[in-house]
């Protein structure tokens, strides 16, 4: 597809609430094309950079989802359809070592494109993405440190159990209304009050670990044999081992409480 027949494609699938067949299976076409330029992409990156990176093809549940908030002319410059992850020990020169490497690798007619996001993080998150584009189409490969990926997972698995919006900042879903709690007894609020507050703290905590992993990456870029490394490291493994457990208790609250989405 051309990349006006790809934004012409998007714009078709979100203009109604059942999208026609023929497009969804344009979208799978579409899907398994960028499947075949990302397992180009991911040798290219084994070769030439000596790792052999994680890599994925977006859902279409997750596109559609896009499509929803920003609308089907996006389709075409969604720059995640294809992503590849490097995960690795690396102090700040070593990711810009592999950034660069990255930029030689895939110059082309299109250059490739970075998005440092260690300075200036969003939503806590300080990964290097960096954008190629091997047959036009953009590839977006991250390159995190391994505290960085451990912390982006408990998000996302956070994200799953109360709603995606928490990524950005936005509160966690609500599945009930004011109305439909006065409804309840009062031990069923009791537990509604008891839940809400687990699920408030825990976003709160899994952005303050996001914080707290760019400090503590950048001390060690600055004194890597400062007591204050070690403190901050014993710190971030403690708050770790905190939010697995408070994603955990999610687990084994009934799924007919209105936190948790059906699956």
């Known amino acids: 597809m051309t990349r006006s027949q790809v934004r012409r ?26 499947s075949d330029m990302l397992a180009g992409a991911v040798s290219v990156v084994h070769a030439g950079v000596g790792v052999v990176p994680t890599s994925r093809i977006k859902s279409t549940g997750s596109i559609m989802e896009r499509l929803d908030h920003h609308g089907g002319s996006r389709l075409s410059t969604i720059q995640d359809l294809a992503g590849m992850r490097i995960v690795g020990a690396f102090d700040r020169d070593a990711r810009d070592w592999v950034v660069g490497r ?11 494109r970075v998005v440092d996001r260690r ?4 939503a806590g998150g300080a990964a290097v993405h960096v954008i190629v584009f091997p047959e036009g189409f953009p590839v977006e490969i991250q390159v995190r440190t391994r505290l960085q990926h451990e ?14 919006g928490v990524r950005y900042g936005q509160p966690a879903d609500q599945r009930r209304s004011d ?54 490291r014993v710190r971030l493994e403690t708050d770790l081992v905190d939010l697995r457990s408070r994603i955990g208790v999610m687990d084994t609250v009934r799924e007919s409480t209105w936190v948790w989405k059906l699956r």
């Open 102 to 112: 990255l930029i030689v690798l895939f110059e082309g007619r299109r250059r490739p």
């Open 179 to 232: 109305a439909q709690r006065s409804r309840l007894s009062a031990n069923e609020r009791k537990v509604d009050i008891a839940e809400q507050r687990l699920i408030d703290g825990t976003v709160r905590l899994v952005m303050s670990i996001g914080e707290q992993i760019r400090l503590h990456e950048f001390r060690i870029q600055l004194h890597p044999d400062d007591e204050a490394v070690e403190k901050s």
């Open 9 to 34: 494609l998007g714009v078709r699938l979100v203009s109604s609430t059942s999208p026609a067949a023929i497009d969804l299976e344009a979208l799978h076409e579409l899907l398994v094309v960028y």
């Open 151 to 164: 912390w982006a997972d408990l998000l996302e698995k956070l994200a799953d159990r109360v709603g995606r």
């Open 119 to 122: 300075d200036q993080p969003v």
